[in-house]
Every structure is written in structure tokens, then in C-alpha cells.
T-cell receptor, first 115, second 112 residues
Framework: AQTVTQSQPEMSVQEAETVTLSCTYD???????LFWYKQPPSRQMILVIR??????QNATENRFSVNFQKAAKSFSLKISDSQLGDAAMYFC????????????FGKGTKLTVNP | NAGVTQTPKFQVLKTGQSMTLQCAQD?????MSWYRQDPGMGLRLIHY???????DQGEVPNGYNVSRSTTEDFPLRLLSAAPSQTSVYFC???????????FGPGTRLTVT
């Protein structure tokens, strides 16, 4: 079974600085997707960024980028120029490309942004 | 589009009561799923559906029942509520060709 591990229960960053959230996963599959979701206090789950395992190029969405290391099974999220609105729980998630609909989530990292 | 909607937003049940959490989407998505989120945990899949009339179990299906009679609706039934089912429940949907799941706002359920 696939597992996702987020080793940092909490992180903090100063406004305008950069922070990196860690995620590792375990799978025997070769084709899969990886995601970062943001959950603000409103509880809404918001997709931040995704990465297809077959793509070597790291995904980027504005201030958010990932460092995808397939061999190491590592998928970290970098947030540049942090803003107060980035404060939230961040969840790393995995899904096989085919077959099961199941999204496997990590336990989350609570990000605090200090003014 | 309203996206994915869930009702109610909050619910308190007594042990042994039954209820249905409602989920609807207006995006014509074939795939729909139910997740639960417990404190200190990520979301865990309860049941999912890949189309009307087709459902399957996820990671934590015990104590829950689903059916899918239309593309739009995917209700989750708690047959006999237990305190262990106290959680926040999320419904999600997507089209098969897309990686992105759209989540509803969640229902916070407390079972006393």
C-alpha cells in the first residue's frame, strides 16, 4: 500500500521569505500523480500544485514550486515570497495514475506566516 | 457553477442514530468520492463512485453506505452512528481525464 509522510508537523516563515515543506512517499508503482493541497481555516481543500511522475521537469505555479526526486521518492513544496494568506495546513497527496480513485494523504504541515 | 456542495455544514448525532450527508455537483463529473478527516490526520477515502450505479469501497468503509442514482448526487449514509465517526467529511468530484479533484466545503459531524 502507498504511504505519504510529512515529517514537519509545523513550520513558520517570515512574510516575504521562502519556506520549503517536505514530503516523502512510498510506492512500487511507476506512474502516479503527486499533489499539494492547502487547507485554510475555512476547511476548503484547495489544489496548489501537482506533478506527474513521468515528467522530469518540476512543476511551478506562480510562487509555488516543487522539487520532485523520483528515485528518492521525495516531493517538497517551496513557497517563495510568503504572504500572510499562505498560512494554512498543507497536505501532500499521492494517487496512482490508473486503477483506484484513492488519494493517499500525509498528515499535514501547519504553516504559520509571521508579519 | 456552484461546484461541489455539501449539506449540512454541521451536525450533532446521538449514538445509534442514522443520517445522510448530502453531496451534489453541477459540473457533470463522473467520479465522486467521500473522505473523512480526523484531527492530526490527512483525508482518508470512505467510498467512491465512477459513475451512476457504480460504487466501490475506499480505505475506511465500515459503518457507511453509499449509492449513486444520478451523476449529480452522491449521498453518504451513516447507518448507526458511533462516536468513532466524529469527523469532518468531504465530498469530491472530478472528470476521469483530469487529475484535479474538486472538494466540497465539508460537513463537521459530532456523535455523542
Amino acid at each position: 500500500a502507498q504511504t505519504v509522510t510529512q515529517s514537519q508537523p509545523e513550520m513558520s516563515v517570515q512574510e516575504a521569505e521562502t519556506v520549503t515543506l517536505s514530503c516523502t512517499y512510498d510506492t512500487s508503482e511507476s506512474d502516479y500523480y503527486l499533489f499539494w493541497y492547502k487547507q485554510p481555516p475555512s476547511r476548503q481543500m484547495i489544489l496548489v500544485i501537482r506533478q506527474e511522475a513521468y515528467k522530469q521537469q518540476n512543476a511551478t505555479e506562480n510562487r509555488f514550486s516543487v522539487n520532485f526526486q523520483k528515485a528518492a521518492k521525495s516531493f517538497s513544496l517551496k513557497i517563495s515570497d510568503s504572504q500572510l494568506g499562505d498560512a494554512a495546513m498543507y497536505f501532500c497527496a499521492y494517487r496512482n495514475q490508473g486503477g483506484s480513485e484513492k488519494l493517499v494523504f500525509g498528515k499535514g504541515t501547519k504553516l504559520t506566516v509571521n508579519p | 457553477n456552484a461546484g461541489v456542495t455539501q449539506t449540512p455544514k454541521f451536525q450533532v448525532l446521538k449514538t445509534g442514530q442514522s443520517m445522510t450527508l448530502q453531496c451534489a455537483q453541477d459540473m457533470n463529473h463522473e467520479y465522486m468520492s467521500w473522505y473523512r478527516q480526523d484531527p492530526g490526520m490527512g483525508l482518508r477515502l470512505i467510498h467512491y463512485s465512477v459513475g451512476a450505479g457504480i460504487t466501490d469501497q475506499g480505505e475506511v468503509p465500515n459503518g457507511y453506505n453509499v449509492s449513486r442514482s444520478t451523476t449529480e448526487d452522491f449521498p453518504l449514509r451513516l447507518l448507526s452512528a458511533a462516536p468513532s465517526q466524529t469527523s469532518v467529511y468531504f465530498c469530491a468530484s472530478r472528470v476521469p481525464s483530469s487529475y484535479e479533484q474538486y472538494f466540497g466545503p465539508g460537513t463537521r459531524l459530532t456523535v455523542t
